[in-house]
């Protein structure tokens, strides 16, 4: 049985008419079932629609089809959000454009939870990975929910932080639920689907498109409270992001970066520009509203391991400089830096470099 869910499916998948005359639509004939039940005749009479629009409604309207689609959707644990449902994220309807719905494979629930988006190029440098994972652990352990788009890079490094912190994780994909992209993230898009969900407004067997990804970027800024930008080069994605979250009224942060580095141009520019610096967690726990979680310290640290520890202070340096800097003996520095590994103070970074947690 056909309801409005499923006519909205058909509604918001067809490619040649706007978002503004299908808004239109809905106001004149009250939902999107009428719609699909008008005759072609009725359809003409309205003003505004062009010969394409006519033809892209007319044309996709079989019953038996959308019956198929909507099974396939279901059988595949897939569901559909409208406007109107409990699970659509309220402040998702602040945004330009909001989706008509959005399918979801996953959890539903943690729709409704606190949400903050980390975002981020593609081309990270292993400091801004390490920020990202570190960010997006330390978010899920204070309660967020941490959002970001599933792509290489900054985002990628965020939803596995905030899975390696055993909390739940939110990807806006730029295709359809069915489909991973990058390819490479297959993994990663199993757990996300276990530990949070995966949502697009795009059918679920839909393909990546460029064109698709600047405009899935008002999800990611409109759905959370704030939005920060970890690395980012001047022209991109995440900047895209940003100004959309700033146009919601929403608080936006950046990650100071290394100023001779290109993937930290986009985030110092955004400091310059008056963003929030965000150099830990915390900085942005009020602006969501989440008390900080003080967690009893792993292990107490010795004055040499304190020594080391203090030295690198999320800055990445290999173990020459690490024993320059602290003035210990090479051997008792590297021993140091395997303890501080093994209880999850610091990281080794490609290029045997280290950097705290």
């Not at 943690?110 to 440098?125: D, H, M, Y």
């Not at 997006?136 to 939803?159: L, T």
């Not at 970066?257 to 955004?270: D, H, P, V």
């Amino acid at each position: 049985m056909l309801g409005e869910n499923e006519y909205m499916m058909w509604l918001s998948a067809l490619g040649h008419t706007s978002y503004r005359k299908k808004e239109m639509l809905l106001r004149l004939f009250g939902s999107a079932e009428e719609l699909f039940k008008a005759s072609r005749s009725q359809i003409e009479r309205i003003k505004g629609l062009s010969e394409v629009n006519i033809n892209d409604i007319c044309g996709e309207r079989n019953e038996d089809k959308l019956k198929k689609y909507a099974e396939k959707v279901y059988l595949g644990g897939i569901e559909y959000i409208i406007k109107g449902s409990n699970y659509y994220p309220e402040l998702l309807l602040e945004c330009y454009e909001p989706p008509f719905g959005f399918y979801v494979k996953g959890d539903k629930e943690v729709l409704n939870e606190q949400k903050i988006s980390l975002v981020g190029t593609r081309k990270a440098t292993s400091y801004g990975m390490a920020v990202a994972h570190s960010l997006g652990k330390e978010f899920v352990k204070n309660g967020a929910v941490v959002v970001s788009g599933m792509a290489d890079g900054i985002d990628s490094a965020s939803h596995r932080g905030a899975l390696e912190g055993e909390g739940k994780t939110i990807a806006v994909l730029g295709c359809g639920v069915n489909v991973c992209y990058p390819k490479t993230n297959n993994i990663l898009m199993k757990k996300i689907i276990q530990n949070g969900c995966v949502l697009s407004e795009y059918p679920v067997d839909e393909r990546a498109n460029a064109r698709y990804f600047p405009y899935r970027n008002r999800i990611i800024a409109a759905m959370s409270m704030a939005t920060i930008v970890v690395e980012a080069e001047n022209k991109g994605g995440s900047l895209i992001t940003a100004n959309l979250a700033l146009d919601f009224g929403r608080e936006v942060f950046a990650v100071p970066g290394n100023i001779t580095s290109r993937a930290s141009e986009g985030t110092n520019s955004l400091i310059k520009a008056g963003a929030g610096v965000l150099t830990s967690a915390k900085d942005a726990f009020s602006t969501i509203g989440i008390d900080e979680k003080v967690e009893e310290p792993k292990k107490h640290l010795e004055n040499n391991e304190k020594l080391v520890y203090d030295c690198i202070n999320s800055e990445e340096l290999t173990l020459d400089e690490i024993t320059y800097k602290t003035g210990l003996d090479m051997t008792e520095v590297h021993l140091i830096l395997l303890n501080l590994e093994m209880i999850g103070s610091v990281k080794r970074l490609p290029g045997s470099k280290y950097i705290s947690i």
